[in-house]
């Protein structure tokens, strides 16, 4: 491992190789990325990776959309794939919330993304194998679908190392050394390395980094499951992604005959949770599945998986300078919509270590202060997921 480095970045998650690579594509090479296991082993290779725009902050749905352009053109961009199936998103909220749609649609065109309200027939024409109400509110996105967080994550991961990076797996860092109010080094088992730049992009275990020098980042992690099913492709050979949210699950197809249904947000856990998923949770969740497409009742149950969304009190991520501490940085809190934003977020704080601010996107909103200062992200719905 080398001694000295630009940039020391703390995690191997897709924020860790999005910045590694946006940094070294700036020219700055000279940097170290660290991974106390291997790169997307955290809440990214858990991801269901669903790329979609409908949120309702101009700061997020904007990273979303950008960042989607950066997956349609990843092989150019970036170099190798990223895995993106444009499936088409479907939105669905309910009735009480269709003035909150209505805004939320109208700010989304604004900013140029590519959305809709649809009527209830509109819809049946889209998507045939989806059953809605006629009072629900819909909104589409034609370009939207999922990705591959591990090809995105690898891809950005090589391109850095192409340039100069160097990756350390299985070696976390122990320790971060400050003096006089400067970031100096960062210490693992296998070495030291000091820098004047320290990115923690460590997921769900942020906090605990940085504990490490006393800042107490207001991070809680949730537990999300994933179910996977085999569909009857004879009845539904394909399907778009949904955002059923009018009954608390989404589901998307993964390739030619899988679907997978992700819910639960409201469990806050530790390090220590079940990895895997509660049964009745499941047949409850099912059940809402079955309303929505009906003829997922023949679905083939095949398993699942939990992972952590990492979450602050207003559900949208911290990209900021830590205050107090020269040369530290943290890019932390995305909660369940990390992934779809995370070409973005490596532009945005490599334009922030660069340059010292970002000018693609402005993520002032996202500032480590807004919590003291009690300027919380709003939103237009009740749904965090929707933040
Ligand atoms: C079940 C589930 C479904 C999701 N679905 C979606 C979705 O559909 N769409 C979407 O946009 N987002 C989704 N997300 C959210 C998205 O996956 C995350 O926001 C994103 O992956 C976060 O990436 P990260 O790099 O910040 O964190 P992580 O992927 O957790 O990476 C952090 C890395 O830091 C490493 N690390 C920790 N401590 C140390 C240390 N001391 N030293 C060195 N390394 C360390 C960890 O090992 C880990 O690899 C989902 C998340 C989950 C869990």
């Known amino acids: 491992m080398k001694q000295t480095a630009e940039v020391i970045i703390i995690g191997g998650g897709v924020m860790g190789c999005s910045i590694l690579y946006n940094l070294a594509q700036r020219g700055m090479t ?36 950008e960042s989607l352009k950066v997956y349609q053109n990843f092989d150019q961009i970036v170099g190798g794939s990223s895995g993106l199936v444009k499936t088409g998103y479907l939105v669905i909220v309910e009735p009480v919330d269709r003035p909150g749609m ?40 034609p370009e939207s679908g999922y990705a591959d967080p591990y090809l995105v994550t690898t891809s950005y991961a090589s391109r850095a190392r192409e340039m100069g990076a160097e990756i350390v797996l299985r070696d ?19 070495g030291r390395c000091e820098a004047p730049a320290v990115v923690v992009a460590s997921g769900p275990w942020s906090r605990q980094v940085m504990a490490k020098v006393g800042i107490d980042l207001p991070l809680s992690t949730v537990r999300h499951q994933v179910a996977t099913l085999t569909r009857p492709v004879d009845q539904i050979p394909d399907h778009p992604t949904v955002g059923d949210i009018a009954q ?3 589901f998307r197809p993964d390739g030619s005959s899988m679907t997978f249904v992700g819910f639960g947000e409201d469990e806050v856990v530790g390090e220590d949770y079940n990895e895997g998923v509660d049964m009745p949770a499941v047949a409850e969740t099912l059940e809402k599945l079955a309303h929505r497409m009906p003829a997922m009742s023949d679905a083939y149950f095949r398993g699942g998986w939990s992972g952590l969304f990492t979450v602050t009190p207003d559900w949208h ?21 990390g992934f779809k934003m995370s070409p973005m977020i ?24 807004r919590f003291a200062e009690g300027d919380l992200m709003s939103s237009s719905y009740r749904y965090r997921v929707l933040a």
């Not at 911290?318 to 369940?336: E, H, K, M, Q």
């Not at 490596?346 to 202060?369: C, H, K, N, W, Y």
Request: hydrophobic content about 40%; proline content about 6%; some cysteine.
């Open 172 to 190: 976390p860092a122990i320790d971060i050394e400050v003096s006089g109010g400067r970031v100096k080094a960062v210490v693992t088992a296998q």
């Open 102 to 141: 209505e805004r939320n649609v109208a700010m989304l065109q604004e900013l140029g993304i590519n959305t809709m309200l649809v009527t209830p027939a509109e819809a049946r024409d889209l998507a045939p194998m989806v059953r809605v109400d006629d009072d629900e509110p819909l909104a589409w996105e």
């Open 346 to 369: 490596g532009v945005t704080m490599a334009e922030l270590i660069t340059q010292g601010s970002a000018t693609s996107v402005d993520i002032r909103p996202l500032r480590f202060s």
């Open 317 to 337: 991520p911290i990209l900021d300078r830590v205050p107090g501490i020269d040369g530290l940085y943290c890019a932390v809190g995305f909660s369940g919509h």
């Open 248 to 250: 608390s699950f989404s």
């Open 30 to 65: 000279d940097s170290l990325l660290l991974e106390r296991d291997v790169l997307g082993s955290g809440s990214t290779g858990r991801s269901q990776a669903i790329c979609r725009m409908h949120y309702s902050n101009p700061v997020t749905a904007t990273m979303a959309w």
